[in-house]
Each structure stands twice: as structure tokens, then as C-alpha cells.
């Protein structure tokens, strides 16, 4: 059994791609540029918002231009940021069994934290020990710090931890960490991506997750 579970957000525990792509063209909009589907912007996520914008304006925008993105972003992404984000299923699920074993659910995103606590709060309650999102003491994913702090702050004798994530990233994150990689198939990006880092185990479903984490 692994515990501590240190847990990705977006594309993993939670479909943002909605929320986010409606903020981000939003943003566009207001600014008069080029719109995205929401199957660019599941390439755009996974590095924090900052980069999101960067992402998603023109190549030749301008510290304005960035300026202006970032704040009408955050201004609608407050308001709207659980319009339309669901759980994927069977996490609530997965939540609840591991608290019935006494596992220590954790959180490491590079969402800002603001968001991603707010967030948490709303779909998952106090499910989560603690949470660390982007702009919270730590260096973005996939610098290892974060997730570091909370394999050791929460250790517990005779258990290893175990980083979960839907992206290269995540993998990054774990492995620089040096705790066991899980990657989720379901989240933003694909098995391909996921493979290219070594990941120790690849879960299709939440069952699967489960199974993992329990150890049966």
C-alpha cells in the first residue's frame, strides 16, 4: 500500500478543460484575438495559468498583451472556475476508500493556489491534508520541492508515497522527487506522453487506481 498519495488536479482528480477554455477565450475574445478549441487548450494546461496565457495568445504578443490576458483570465476564472468542472468518475469514490484505510490524500498542482484550494474545498471537502498550488512558497512542477515537503511532512513508517498525474510533468515531478509515478489515462494527455517518462504504473480507471494504491 502506498501513503502518503500526493495527487495532480487538473486532468486528474477534476475535468477543468471546460472552465479553463471558457476563460482563456474569454480573455481572447475581450482582446480581439484568435480563439481556441478546447482540445488546444489541453495542451495549453499542466504548467500554471502564466503559462496558459503564453500559450494561448499570438506569437508575437507583446508584456501588454500578456498583462491584459492574465487579468481578465483571472477576473472571469473566479467567478466561473466550476461552471462546468466534474470529478472524474469514480474519484469521490476512490476518495472515500482511501480515508476508510487511513490514507493521507494530498494535493500538488501548479494551479494557482488560490483556485486550487477554493476548488478542492467545493467538489472534495476536507478530503485532502493539505494542498499546494502554484504561488505558494514552492517552484512550479516539475521542480520536485513541493511534492518533497509533503512525501516527508506526511511519511509514515513502512509506507512509501506515491505521486499521481494525467502528464509528462507530473512524471518529471515524481521521479525528481524520487517517489513511485502513477499516470492516469483519463486526464489531458495521452498514454504516449505518459509512457515517454517511465511512469511505475499507468491506471486506465479509478478502480485501477484503487487497486494500485491499496495494493490488491
Given at each position: 500500500m502506498y501513503d502518503p498519495v500526493i495527487f495532480d488536479l487538473d486532468g486528474t482528480l477534476l475535468n477543468t478543460l471546460g472552465d479553463l477554455t471558457a476563460a482563456g477565450n474569454y480573455a481572447l475574445g475581450e482582446l480581439g484575438f484568435?480563439?481556441?478549441?478546447?482540445n488546444e487548450f489541453r495542451l495549453f494546461v499542466g504548467n500554471g495559468i502564466p503559462k496558459l496565457i503564453e500559450r494561448m495568445l499570438p506569437k508575437d504578443f507583446s508584456e501588454d498583451d500578456f498583462n491584459d490576458a492574465y487579468r481578465i483570465f483571472g477576473e472571469y476564472y473566479s467567478v466561473h472556475n466550476s461552471d462546468k468542472t466534474v470529478p472524474y468518475n469514480g474519484i469521490p469514490e476512490l476518495l472515500n476508500e482511501l480515508k476508510q484505510h487511513n490514507v493521507t490524500c494530498?494535493?500538488?498542482?501548479?494551479k494557482s493556489h488560490k483556485y486550487a484550494a477554493d476548488i478542492i474545498k467545493h467538489y472534495f471537502g476536507n478530503d485532502f491534508a493539505e494542498i499546494i498550488g502554484g504561488e505558494n512558497g514552492f517552484p512550479r512542477k516539475p521542480a520536485p520541492d513541493a511534492a518533497l515537503y509533503l512525501s516527508e511532512k506526511y511519511k509514515?513508517?513502512?509506507?512509501?508515497?506515491?505521486?499521481?498525474?494525467?502528464?509528462?510533468v507530473d512524471m518529471q515531478t515524481a521521479h525528481s522527487a524520487g517517489i513511485a509515478a502513477c499516470g492516469v489515462l483519463w486526464g489531458?494527455?495521452?498514454?504516449?506522453?505518459?509512457?515517454?517518462f517511465e511512469p511505475d504504473f499507468l491506471a486506465e480507471n479509478a478502480d485501477e487506481l484503487k487497486k494500485i494504491i491499496l495494493g490488491n
Open positions: 484568435p480563439l481556441h478549441d478546447e494530498l494535493c500538488n498542482t501548479n509514515k513508517s513502512g509506507y512509501s508515497p506515491i505521486y499521481i498525474g494525467d502528464s509528462a489531458f494527455r495521452t498514454r504516449e506522453e505518459l509512457s515517454k
